[in-house]
């Protein structure tokens, strides 16, 4: 009886499209991440507060389709607790972005 390969065109069509969605969504969230870097963070540097860089994060971010997937907001999230922290000498919770994010998804 010989095997036939039925079916494994459209399951790798599937493949590529989900790969090609995740591969933009790795783009757009690096693309995200470095605006924030150098419009937010750079330029405050070490004279803005807790409050004006959620302030600012909630502008950049208000129209970021990217915040509704889980994965997303986790690395923002891990980016920003970083880097603020290096770049601008501010501490930021999870807590306090987790706040932000159920603002914006509203």
């Known amino acids: 009886m010989k095997k036939t390969r039925q079916g494994i065109g459209p399951i790798s069509m599937v493949t590529d499209k989900h790969a090609k969605n995740s591969f933009s969504r790795v783009d757009e969230l690096e693309k995200v991440v470095s605006n924030i870097r150098g419009s937010i963070l750079e330029k405050a540097g070490k004279d803005v507060s807790k409050a004006e860089l959620l302030k600012e994060l909630?502008?950049?971010l208000t129209n970021y389709e990217g915040l509704h997937?889980?994965?997303?907001?986790?690395?923002?999230?891990?980016?920003m607790i970083?880097?603020?922290?290096?770049?601008?000498?501010?501490?930021?919770?999870?807590?306090?972005?987790e706040s932000v994010w159920e603002t914006l998804l509203r």
Do not use: D, H, M, W
Not at 69 to 79: D, E, H, K, L
């Open 58 to 60: 909630k502008v950049k």
């Open 69 to 79: 997937q889980p994965a997303c907001r986790v690395a923002i999230t891990n980016f």
């Open 82 to 97: 970083k880097e603020t922290k290096e770049l601008c000498g501010v501490v930021l919770s999870e807590e306090e972005l």
